[in-house]
């Protein structure tokens, strides 16, 4: 049996408290000020939080661990080659699986928002788990 985990781990899910109710109504403008502000988890926080998953879920018998790079967002624009440097050796380490979504531009493939993936982001995406599952190697 195989079974693949990917990942997004996306900052605001690590401290999901933080999120007022109110952030629906707030200007797209004042969204990113407030993820800037309130959303400062350090990349090597991230990184060993993942990899610390990983080690559970091999603990747990999953014998591959593929762990998905981050795609661009308007808030973390800086942040993300950083990351991505970052989970690709982590995954080297521990002997996880990484896909590289370093093909998916900042300037093409985001929506409107600046924060999700337009449909051509959406589907470059697609693409890169389709062509990681063609070409890696089942363990198992």
Same mark, same amino acid.
């Given at each position: 049996t195989y079974i693949m985990f990917i990942m997004h781990f996306?900052?605001?899910?690590?401290?999901p408290e933080i999120w007022d109710r109110q952030i629906d109504r707030q200007t797209n403008k004042d969204f990113q000020v407030l993820a800037q502000l309130k959303l400062r988890i350090? =990349? +090597?926080e991230i990184v060993e939080k993942i990899?610390?998953?990983g080690g559970?879920?091999?603990?747990?018998?999953?014998?591959? =661990?593929s762990v998905s790079g981050m795609v661009p967002r308007i808030h973390m624009k800086k942040d993300i080659p950083n990351? +991505?440097?970052?989970?690709?050796?982590?995954?080297?380490e521990n002997r996880y699986e990484y896909i590289d979504n370093s093909n998916i531009s900042f300037h093409w493939h985001l929506s409107d928002d600046q924060i999700?993936?337009?449909?051509?982001g959406v589907k470059q995406l697609e693409w890169?788990?389709?062509d990681f599952l063609?070409?890696?190697k089942v363990v198992g």
């Open positions: 996306r900052k605001e899910f690590c401290h350090e =990349i +090597n990899a610390y998953l559970e879920l091999k603990h747990r018998g999953v014998k591959q =661990i990351l +991505n440097k970052a989970l690709k050796e982590m995954c080297e999700h993936l337009n449909h051509d890169n788990y389709v063609r070409n890696t």
